[in-house]
Structure formats: structure tokens, C-alpha cells
């Protein structure tokens, strides 16, 4: 059977495997310009839960009963499209289902001789060029500033802390386990890492972690970490809003500090974005991130759980700190 996984209903609170469903699905016939194609790698990632809800964002919610999709690379198996043939590979915004027609006009060709397949869709993908893209544009780190990220072992934050360390910087990241702190030190030239989970004042852990204070904060989490973050910069600081990971299973509109009076009085930046602000630049942030890969200047981690069925419980995961690096399912 070809099996695909459905949205079975929209979680209030926190996503569990209820709320996903795997069905057979039919493979329709192939028109002119189009592909078969079967998957090898689907990404989970955390915008997704923002699609589950039926709220007003950048990108349409999922439907109930409908499959899931976000980013796969999937092996041309048949073709009707003059631009790709049997045994290539593809990289696009699919459907969950082990195999389905796409129109070639709606996926790229990606090169398994340049980098392992996995990597478009983590460090040379959407979480590469986020980490790229919003740490060069709105952080933009001088050598010496203390740069500090949250949700640092994730598929973007180890990539930010290092891009921090390659601009000169002193690298703080914030994480969520021992295991992750020691990882992040010893393999990404992390300077100094927060496990989140060990402290009760966050405040004073990132004075200490920060003695010069800071200058750039990426954020990937939102919530408490990055009230305790705001309470240590620096004048003219710039604060990266990427993700905000910590609010996304909340049922509650979140109340904390207003940051004005203490963005007012540093002078400091505050600003957010979405990646696709940048597809016009993509070509560029990839070159780069090749080069550093080359250069054996940027490294990277990947949790690769194996099987088409460990989707939802690889979504969840995202919520619990379970990867280390890009999370992905090997189908
Ligand atoms: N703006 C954009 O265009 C854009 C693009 C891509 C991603 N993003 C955002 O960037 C962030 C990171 O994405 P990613 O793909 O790299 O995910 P990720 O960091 O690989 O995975 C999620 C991580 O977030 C941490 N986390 C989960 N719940 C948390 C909580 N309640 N409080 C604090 N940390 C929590 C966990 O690490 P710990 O064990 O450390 O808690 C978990 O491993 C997300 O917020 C995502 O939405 C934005």
C-alpha cells in the first residue's frame, strides 16, 4: 500500500500522534510535465505546528483530513517532464506520502555528488539560510561582539553559533540538556553554553555566561529565555526575532515584559522575518555556506529517525528537545 499521513484534527495545546492519521492513497496516472516520485528524506519542522491551527498566517493552515506536506527530497521514479529522468533526485514542498505524481515545475533538481541529499533540507535548506540570512541581515556581529543564540542545538542555531564564531564573535548558546551543552562546546566552538533546563535565574546565567554583555541575540525560542536575554544587552544591540518555538503549543496569548522601555533606552534593535523575505538572495547564501563546508569552517548534525510511519513522532519531538541538528525521517 501507498501510505500518506493526514491531518485528522487541529491540536489546542500540545500536538500528540492523535492528531495525525496514515491512510492509503491512490498513485493518480502521470500527465505531460509530470513525476513520479518516491520519498527519501521528509523534513520536520516547527512552523508546521502553526499550520496545524486554522489561524491567519504566512502560509495557509493544513486541512483536516488532507495530507500533511512540507520539505521532501524524493527519487524521480517515472517521468513526463523533458528536465528530469528516472534516478534523479528532487527537492519540494510535498505531500506526507511515500510516493506521488508532482508537477516538475514544482520541485529542483538537488546533486547527491555535491553534498548528502539530507543536507537540502537542513544546512544548504530552509534552516541554513535562515541561520545565514538572519544573522548576516538584521544581527550583522562584528568580530569581538558576544552574540548569543536560543534553541542552539537546533537544526538553525548550531548553524548560527558557528557563522558567529567564523564573524569573530564570542558565542553563547542556550539549550536544553547537558548533552547538548557539551556537544555544542566541543564539536561547534561554542565559547559557553546555557542549559536552560539547569537554571532558575536565567537572568543572571547569561550575566555571568555574557560578562561583556550582549550585542546580537537570535532567537529561536521566545517566552522566558528571551526575557532573561533582553535584561542583558548591550547599546545598539540587535535582536533577531526567527522563532518564537517556546509559544507555538500555547492555548494562551503570552503576558511578560514589554520590551520597549529597554529597547528605548539601548537604543537597540528588535526585528523579525520570514526566510522566503530573502528567496531572491538564496543563490547566494548557498554559495556561501558551501564554501565554509569546504573550507571545514561549518559542520553540521543531523537526527534521522528511519521510517515513513515515525513522522508524527518526529514532528512531536521538535517540542521535546529530542534532536540535535536538523530532525528528519529517512522514509
Ligand atoms: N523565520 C523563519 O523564516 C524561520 C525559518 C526556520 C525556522 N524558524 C524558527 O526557528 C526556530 C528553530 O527552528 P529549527 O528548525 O532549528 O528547530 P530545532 O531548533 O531544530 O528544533 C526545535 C528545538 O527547540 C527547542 N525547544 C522546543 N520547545 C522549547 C521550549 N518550550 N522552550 C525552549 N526551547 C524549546 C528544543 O531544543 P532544547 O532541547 O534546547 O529545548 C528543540 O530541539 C523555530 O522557532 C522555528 O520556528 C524560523
Redesign the pocket.
Known sequence: MNKQILLKSRPIGMVTTDHFEIVADDILSLKEGDLLVKAKYISV???MRGRMSDTDSYVAPFEVGKPIEGGVIAEVTESKHPGFKAGEFVLGNLKWKENQVVNGSLVTKVDKNLAPLSYYLGILG??GL?AYFGLSNIGNPQPGETVIVS?A?????MVVGQIAHIKGCRVVGI???EN?AKILKEQFNFDEVINYHEKKDMTEAIKKACPDGVDVYYD??G?D?SDAVLQNINKQARIIL?????LYNSTETPVGPRPQVTLLKKSALMKG???SDYVQQFPEGIKQLVGWIKEGKLTYNETILKGFDSLPQAFIG??K???IG??LVEV
Open positions: 519542522d516547527p512552523y530552509m534552516p535562515t534553541g542545538a537546533g537544526a538553525v542555531g539549550a536544553g540538556s547538548k529561536n525560542v517566552g529565555i526567527c522563532g518564537q518555538i517556546s522575518f520570514i526566510i521538535l517540542f528537545g529530542e534532536n536538523k530532525l
